[in-house]
């Protein structure tokens, strides 16, 4: 073999090798850029679809129009759930919790509608494509109320100018009457007068003769004569001053059919607090008192809307009963509540006997009846004094101005009188009798009193209503 033929096979020889080695390494770099390049695309091709979930191929490019400039330190999606938040916060008034945007605009819309639904009677409001159009609903809301209060000031204007006509019909009333007086005390003096020279002249018809006698009964004639026309006179005046008194007393019937007296049970419809929150799933609430304003366990109160005034029979949309007292808030347990309206933040509670500042000062008269079969109970008068004063409430005897509230029961009921053989039979049946008539009259005295008094009267249901203790009386005894 000839020099030098060694080596250069062996140079092929290593390159082919080398070439192979290239071959492989290139090919396998292919294999794996391949498939590199597929996870690649599947990775492209899911988060496409999942952008395309998120916003649509047109919508994705008006992302920056539709929201905006992204707040500083949010993303656009994080941008566009503040302004929800910001939007749902506007309309409920309080800061919506971490849930769902379609939950916050459901939450939302269900406030609308339960505010709107009381006044469903009242007005139609303005709905739009999809359900309630706030804003002009609440334009609408506040034309009628300008309406209103510009017939409230129209009323108020008439009734002040038929106050200064009857204001001025009883100075003149008063005025007439005073010459009435004058006149009559005039026609009086003139009938004494004249009764004084009437006595003389029998006096002087006695001593005198019988010329003198017929002259004297002359003039007493004459005088008897004037009397009478006195007397007719001062039978008009007087005819004339009750017909003036009748006609006041007309004035002021008409005057109390326009301005009907103040409402006496206003104190009692003061809310003593307000819901702070409420917790459905433990079917609990919160209240903005505490022990710092003497709040204690077991203390019931009836639940009202804030927008809407007190039921007349006091019944409250549900009754909640205090098991948690801190500092400032207390925690209430709801013991019944009304499914079609529901208890919401901002509520007001009320508790006619409590009060965080004083003690109030009540009157207790009448028989009670708490089972409902028509029968008082023997003890039902000391049962709501219990009630009273296991509340920080005072009873009393007898109606004053300083009494705050009266609890009027039934009437207690008027014996008949005892016979004499019924008397016999019991010798207690007279004091019985005297004692039964003696609690009727005192019944309708405190009655009166607290009318002409403007005390608020309340009868059991009302009072129970206005405790927040009706549902517990009605599931246990009370007392």
């Given at each position: 073999m000839?020099?030098?033929?060694p080596?250069?096979?062996?140079?092929?020889?290593?390159?082919?090798i080398?070439?192979?080695?290239?071959?492989?390494?290139?090919?396998?770099c292919?294999?794996?850029?391949?498939?590199?390049?597929?996870?690649?695309?599947i990775?492209?091709?899911?988060?496409?679809?999942?952008m395309?979930?998120?916003a649509?191929?047109?919508?994705?490019?008006?992302?920056?129009?539709?929201?905006?400039?992204?707040?500083?330190g949010?993303?656009?999606?994080?941008?566009?759930?503040m302004?929800?938040d910001?939007?749902?916060?506007?309309?409920?008034?309080?800061?919506?919790?971490e849930?769902?945007?379609a939950?916050?605009?459901?939450?939302?819309?269900?406030?609308i509608?339960?505010?709107?639904?009381?006044?469903?009677?009242?007005?139609?409001?303005?709905t739009?494509?999809?359900?309630?159009?706030l804003?002009?609903?609440?334009r609408?809301l506040?034309?009628?109320?300008d309406?209103?209060?510009?017939s409230?000031?129209?009323?108020?204007?008439?009734?002040?100018n038929?106050q200064d006509?009857?204001?001025?019909?009883?100075?003149?009333f008063?005025?007439?009457?005073?010459?009435l007086?004058?006149?009559k005390n005039?026609?009086?003096?003139?009938?004494?007068?004249?009764?004084?020279?009437?006595?003389d002249?029998r006096?002087?018809?006695?001593?005198s003769?019988?010329?003198?006698?017929?002259?004297?009964m002359d003039?007493?004639?004459?005088?008897?004569?004037?009397?009478?026309?006195?007397t007719t006179?001062?039978?008009?005046?007087q005819?004339?001053?009750?017909?003036?008194?009748?006609?006041?007393g007309?004035a002021?019937?008409r005057l109390?059919?326009?301005?009907?007296?103040?409402?006496?049970?206003?104190?009692?419809?003061?809310?003593?607090?307000?819901?702070v929150?409420?917790?459905?799933?433990t079917?609990?609430?919160y209240?903005d008192i505490?022990?710092?304003?003497?709040?204690?366990?077991?203390?019931t109160?009836?639940?009202?809307?804030?927008?809407?005034p007190i039921?007349?029979?006091g019944?409250g949309?549900?009754?909640?009963?205090?098991?948690?007292v801190?500092?400032?808030?207390?925690?209430a347990?709801?013991?019944?509540?009304c499914?079609?309206?529901?208890?919401?933040?901002e509520g007001m509670?009320?508790?006619l006997?409590w009060?965080?500042?004083t003690?109030n000062?009540f009157?207790?008269?009448?028989?009670?009846?708490?089972?409902?079969?028509?029968?008082p109970?023997?003890n039902?008068f000391?049962?709501?004094e219990?009630l009273?004063?296991?509340?920080?409430?005072?009873t009393?005897?007898?109606i004053?101005?300083?009494?705050?509230?009266?609890?009027?029961?039934?009437?207690?009921?008027?014996?008949?009188?005892?016979?004499v053989e019924?008397?016999?039979?019991?010798p207690?049946?007279?004091?019985?009798?005297?004692?039964?008539?003696?609690?009727?009259q005192n019944?309708?005295?405190?009655?009166?009193?607290?009318?002409?008094?403007?005390?608020p009267?309340?009868?059991?249901k009302?009072?129970m209503h206005?405790?927040?203790?009706d549902s517990?009386?009605?599931?246990s005894?009370?007392?």
């Amino acid at each position: 073999m000839p020099a030098g033929k060694p080596s250069q096979s062996n140079a092929m020889l290593y390159t082919v090798i080398i070439f192979v080695a290239l071959f492989i390494i290139s090919t396998s770099c292919a294999v794996i850029f391949y498939i590199k390049s597929e996870e690649y695309k599947i990775q492209a091709d899911d988060a496409a679809r999942e952008m395309s979930a998120f916003a649509s191929r047109s919508e994705q490019g008006k992302i920056g129009a539709m929201v905006g400039k992204p707040l500083k330190g949010k993303s656009v999606l994080g941008t566009m759930v503040m302004y929800i938040d910001d939007l749902v916060e506007a309309v409920t008034g309080a800061g919506p919790e971490e849930t769902t945007a379609a939950v916050k605009v459901n939450e939302a819309k269900m406030k609308i509608n339960e505010v709107l639904e009381p006044l469903k009677d009242q007005l139609t409001g303005a709905t739009g494509p999809r359900g309630v159009d706030l804003i002009e609903t609440i334009r609408q809301l506040t034309a009628e109320l300008d309406a209103l209060n510009l017939s409230a000031r129209s009323i108020e204007s008439q009734l002040n100018n038929i106050q200064d006509d009857f204001d001025l019909a009883v100075k003149n009333f008063g005025i007439e009457e005073q010459m009435l007086i004058e006149d009559k005390n005039r026609y009086q003096a003139d009938a004494d007068r004249v009764q004084a020279d009437y006595d003389d002249l029998r006096q002087l018809m006695e001593e005198s003769a019988d010329e003198q006698i017929q002259i004297a009964m002359d003039k007493v004639e004459r005088s008897d004569e004037k009397l009478l026309q006195r007397t007719t006179q001062l039978q008009a005046i007087q005819q004339e001053l009750d017909e003036t008194k009748r006609e006041l007393g007309l004035a002021l019937s008409r005057l109390e059919d326009i301005k009907p007296r103040p409402d006496t049970d206003v104190k009692a419809f003061e809310p003593d607090a307000r819901i702070v929150k409420i917790d459905i799933e433990t079917n609990v609430v919160y209240l903005d008192i505490g022990s710092d304003d003497h709040v204690y366990r077991g203390l019931t109160f009836s639940v009202y809307d804030q927008s809407a005034p007190i039921p007349e029979d006091g019944k409250g949309k549900a009754e909640i009963e205090i098991f948690y007292v801190g500092r400032n808030v207390s925690g209430a347990q709801i013991n019944s509540s009304c499914t079609k309206n529901t208890i919401v933040p901002e509520g007001m509670v009320v508790n006619l006997i409590w009060d965080s500042e004083t003690s109030n000062s009540f009157v207790v008269a009448g028989d009670f009846d708490f089972d409902g079969d028509g029968r008082p109970e023997q003890n039902g008068f000391e049962k709501i004094e219990q009630l009273i004063e296991r509340w920080g409430g005072r009873t009393v005897d007898d109606i004053s101005i300083e009494t705050d509230f009266m609890v009027a029961g039934t009437r207690p009921p008027t014996p008949s009188k005892p016979s004499v053989e019924a008397i016999e039979l019991d010798p207690d049946a007279g004091q019985k009798y005297d004692a039964a008539m003696q609690k009727a009259q005192n019944y309708d005295v405190l009655l009166r009193k607290a009318r002409e008094l403007n005390v608020p009267v309340f009868n059991r249901k009302r009072f129970m209503h206005l405790t927040g203790y009706d549902s517990l009386a009605r599931r246990s005894s009370p007392f």
